[in-house]
């Protein structure tokens, strides 16, 4: 079906003009913008009126009623307005003690010492800081800037900030306690899940032991209940459940145990 069609003359200078109906409806038609233009009324303009306010400083100036100004210029609004006390302190440059302003956050993290560039390259070529590593014992001689540093390399870094040490080495790591209390090596090449590239010693002594790799539903258990103990003859495979079964009975015999040398717990 054919879209319907209606031919009208333009509004402003009567020229016919054949448009859809769609495009008809609810408005004029004109030939160009130029037309439009011509034949649109002329937009009204309102006078903007003035009135006078008198400033803090007893001076009297105009504004407008949009502007929601109270002082007559930004000196008097920056006299007359309260501001917030700074958190920071005003200091001298290290170099050449042109006094600078540090904010409160640059003042923890020990920041901004110098009033520009050309006197913290100075600062640089001063005396160096001397120190050695924390770890090995190499001596680092360092610029000032440099001077919270704690460790000659990254690989002195990563081992001197491991937590919970144990005092030896395994596959170039120090061996290390977990949050528990088991003893954790440096296995990445690990086929099984591990703790960013750490195995728990007593299951790979006990895969040692057994010659295979074990499952997640095989569980090692320390028979003297210690630990860091990873003997060979004290460690036993047992399921989830014996092991559950076992813990809880060792936990109700301690318990058993702490009743009979102090007495009844009193549950408040």
Partial sequence: ?????????????????????????????????????????????????????VCQCGRTFTTYPSVNSKHCSRQCSA???????????????LVCGTPIYREAAQI????RRHCSKACWDVAQRLTPVIKSCERCGTILTLKPSQAA??????????????????????????ARLDHSGYVMVWEPEHPNK???????????VMERQLGRFLTSDEHVDHINEIKDDNRP?????????????????????????????FGPIDMI
């Fill in 108 to 111: 923890r993290r020990g920041l």
């Fill in 149 to 174: 540093r704690r460790y000659c390399s990254w690989e002195c870094e990563k081992l001197g900030r491991t937590k919970r040490p144990l005092g030896r080495t395994h596959n170039g790591r120090p």
């Fill in 233 to 261: 003859d004290n460690l036993q495979v047992l399921s989830p459940g014996a092991h559950s079964v076992k813990t809880s009975l060792s936990n109700w015999k301690q318990l058993a145990e702490y009743r009979k040398r």
């Fill in 79 to 93: 006299h007359y307005i309260p501001r917030k006390p700074h958190a920071g302190e005003t200091t001298k440059c």
């Fill in 1 to 53: 079906m054919p879209a319907r069609r209606e031919t009208r003359p333009c509004a402003a200078c009567g020229t016919l003009l054949t448009r859809l109906v769609s495009q008809a409806k609810g408005r004029e038609w004109y030939c160009d913008n130029r037309c439009q233009a011509s034949h649109a009324p002329a937009a009204i303009t309102l006078p903007r009126t003035r009135f006078e306010r």
């Fill in 194 to 204: 591990s703790y960013h590239g750490y195995q728990y010693e007593h299951r790979l």
